[in-house]
Nanobody
Framework: QVQLVESGGGLVQPGGSLRLSCTASRSIFSNYAMGWFRQTPGPQREMVATITTGGSTLYPDSTRGRFTISRDNAKNTVYLQMNSLQPEDTAVYYC?????????WGQGTQVTVSS
């Protein structure tokens, strides 16, 4: 059993910013890569940012330069700072912990970008 607790979603105007937070158990946080994914209509979740236990980050073209993922090891928390938000960023955002064939997911938090 793994608990991933998310917070920070909400409604924001285009051009605005939000910061999402995800807190995991200490054992998971210290051994798993962490990431943020978003769900829009369709069969797949889109990866928006990942960070390894060593702090290496990865972003797709759609978020690079606007989104920043970081981790606070003392708090077992990963953050997603989202700037210059646009309507196409609207989605349910999920926190993910990944190690080989194992994946754990948070409940998701709604992000809506609208004027």
């Amino acid at each position: 059993q793994v608990q991933l607790v998310e917070s920070g979603g909400g409604l924001v105007q285009p051009g605005g910013s939000l910061r999402l937070s995800c807190t995991a158990s200490r054992s998971i946080f210290s051994n798993y890569a962490m990431g943020w994914f978003r769900q829009t209509p369709g069969p797949q979740r889109e990866m928006v940012a990942t960070i390894t236990t060593g702090g290496s980050t990865l972003y797709p073209d759609s978020t690079r330069g606007r989104f920043t993922i970081s981790r606070d090891n003392a708090k077992n928390t990963v953050y997603l700072q989202m700037n210059s938000l646009q309507p196409e960023d609207t989605a349910v955002y999920y926190c993910n912990a990944h190690l080989r064939h194992q994946d754990y997911w948070g409940q998701g938090t709604q992000v809506t970008v609208s004027s």
